[in-house]
C-alpha cells in the first residue's frame, strides 16, 4: 500500500491526522510517518476521547505514548457530556469541529481521516435505503476543499482487510471497539450482512463504488449550478415564491426543497427523507390558500397564498431588518451600539471604514445560504457552519443579528466572527460597532 500512488504530497506539506486508534486510523498515521522524512511533512495527530467506554481512556494515553515515541504533535478532547438524542451525528460533529480548529491553529493544507473503501460502500447503500437527493446518494468524497484546506480520505481506495493486513505485516498496534460488532447499529448490519456479498460477487467491488460515487458528484456538481440559478429566481428573502417554483423542472424543484431542508436543519438532516419531501410536494401543491404540514424536530412547513416557507414551532420572531445609525434594541435582548473608542479586541466588536463598504448599514436576520469572508482565512464560510461550531442551539440561531452593508456583504456576527472587513486597532475607522 502506497498512499503516494493516489495522493500528490508535497515537500513540508502540514496534515492533521484524525486518529481513534482503531486498525484503520492507525494504519494511516503508520503510512504517513513512513512518508514524513521523506517529504518533510509536519503531523499532527487529533484524537477525541468519546468518553462512552472505559477503554477510551486506555486509548487516550496509549495514543499520547505512541506520539511521545514517534515525536508526533498530539492535540487531544474529551466530550464531557452530550445533548443530542442522536450520539452517532453530534459525536461526527463534535469531532469534525474538533478538527478544523486543530487545522486553523497549525495552519494545515490537510485533515487526513482513514474513510476506506468498506465504508464508502455502506455510507451509499445506507443513503440508498433511507432516499436521498445525487449529492448524498454519492456518499462521501476523497477530497473535500474546505477554502483554506482540504478534507483527504487517503484509504479510500483500499478495503478494510487489507488495512487489517498492513497492520499485521508491519506491526502496527490498534485497538478494537466493540460497539462495531453490535448489531443494534445499522451500519454493522450492513457491514456484517451486505458486505459480504458483494465482495463474494466481485472482489474489487469498492472500486466499483468508488466510481459510481465520482458520477455522481460530477453530477451533482453541475446540476447544483442548475439549483442555484433557479433558486435565485423563485426566492423571495427565506420564501419561495410557489407560482415560480412550480414553473421550474420537477427534478430542480426537489434539489431546491433538499437545500432548504440542509439550510434548516442542519446538523439533524439524516432525519429527513424522501417522505418528508413528498409531503412538501403536496403542500406546494395543494389547492388551499393556507397550510401547514409538521417536519421532524419541532420543524413547520407553511404555505400561505404564493409563498412557502419553514419555521420552527416555538419560534415567536422570525425575521428582522433594522438599518443601524448609533443605537440598535435587538430581538435576543442584546443591543448594538456605535461607540467613540475602545481597546477591545474580542467579537463583540467591530471596526469598519466606510470607505470599504456600502452604508446604510443592516442589522438582519440570517437568510438561506448565507455566506461571509471571515477574518483571516481565504474563501467564504457558512453561517450556519459558524453557528455549529461555536454551539449556538436551533431556537437562537433565527435571531441572531446578521450585520450587513447595503450590497449585502456580511460584516460582522456579533459576539461570533468579524468578517475580512474588519479593521485592526491600527488601521483606519470611522465605525465602531460595540455588541452587548
Known amino acids: 500500500m502506497k ?66 515515541k514517534h515525536n508526533i504533535m498530539l492535540e487531544k478532547m474529551k466530550i464531557e457530556k452530550y445533548g443530542d438524542d442522536n450520539f452517532h451525528n453530534e459525536a461526527r460533529n463534535i469531532r469534525y469541529h474538533f478538527f ?60 478494510k ?20 460488532a453490535k448489531m443494534k447499529y445499522t451500519r454493522n448490519r450492513y457491514r456484517k450482512n451486505i458486505l459480504p456479498f458483494l465482495k463474494d460477487e466481485e472482489e474489487n467491488v469498492h472500486l466499483k463504488f468508488l466510481k459510481f460515487s465520482n458520477n455522481l458528484e460530477q453530477a451533482s456538481k453541475y446540476i447544483e449550478k442548475e439549483r442555484d440559478n433557479a433558486l435565485n429566481k423563485v426566492l423571495d428573502g427565506n420564501q419561495i415564491s410557489i ?62 397564498y404564493d ?19 448609533t443605537y440598535a434594541t435587538l430581538p435576543n435582548k442584546h443591543y448594538i451600539e456605535k461607540i467613540d473608542g475602545t481597546d477591545d479586541c474580542s467579537n463583540n466588536i467591530c471596526r469598519l471604514s466606510s470607505e470599504d463598504i456600502c452604508l446604510p448599514i443592516i442589522i438582519r436576520t440570517r437568510k438561506l445560504g448565507d455566506k461571509m469572508f471571515v477574518k483571516g482565512l481565504n474563501g467564504k464560510k457558512k453561517v450556519k457552519d459558524i453557528f455549529i461550531e461555536n454551539k449556538i442551539s436551533l431556537d437562537k ?23 475580512k472587513f474588519d479593521k485592526q486597532k491600527n488601521e483606519k475607522c470611522d465605525i465602531i460597532m460595540k455588541y452587548c
Open 161 to 180: 482487510d487489507e488495512l487489517e493486513e498492513y497492520n499485521r505485516i508491519n506491526n502496527v498496534p490498534y485497538f478494537i471497539d466493540d460497539s462495531n
Open 307 to 325: 409563498k412557502f416557507y419553514l419555521k420552527r414551532e416555538t419560534e415567536e420572531i422570525t425575521e428582522y431588518e433594522i438599518e443601524f445609525n
Open 243 to 304: 407560482d415560480k417554483f412550480l414553473q421550474l423542472d420537477k427534478y430542480i424543484q426537489k434539489e431546491i426543497l433538499y437545500y432548504i431542508l440542509e439550510d434548516f436543519y442542519q446538523d439533524d438532516l439524516m432525519l429527513v427523507n424522501d417522505k418528508h419531501i413528498e409531503l412538501l410536494f403536496y403542500l406546494i401543491n395543494s389547492k388551499r390558500a393556507n397550510m401547514e404540514v409538521n417536519l421532524p424536530n419541532e420543524i413547520i412547513a407553511v404555505k400561505s
Open 3 to 68: 498512499l503516494e500512488e493516489h495522493f500528490d504530497f508535497e515537500n513540508n506539506d502540514t496534515i492533521v491526522v484524525g486518529c481513534s486508534t482503531g486498525p484503520d486510523s492507525m494504519a494511516l498515521l503508520d503510512m504517513l510517518l513512513k512518508l514524513r522524512e521523506k517529504y518533510e511533512l509536519q503531523l499532527i495527530c487529533a484524537h477525541v476521547n468519546h468518553n462512552i467506554r472505559k477503554q477510551s481512556e486506555i486509548e487516550e494515553a496509549f495514543i499520547k505514548d505512541y506520539c511521545n
Open 100 to 159: 478544523e480548529d486543530v487545522v486553523a491553529k497549525y495552519k494545515a493544507n490537510y485533515l487526513m481521516t482513514a474513510h476506506h473503501g468498506d465504508d464508502l460502500i455502506e455510507t451509499i447503500l445506507m443513503r440508498i435505503v433511507r432516499g436521498s437527493n445525487l449529492q448524498g446518494y454519492s456518499g462521501f468524497h476523497e477530497i473535500v476543499d474546505m477554502g483554506t484546506y482540504k478534507i483527504v480520505r487517503p484509504l479510500i481506495y483500499y478495503t
Open 397 to 419: 440561531r433565527d435571531t441572531w443579528p446578521i450585520v450587513v452593508d447595503s450590497l449585502g456583504n456580511i460584516l460582522w456576527i456579533p459576539g461570533l466572527k468579524k468578517s
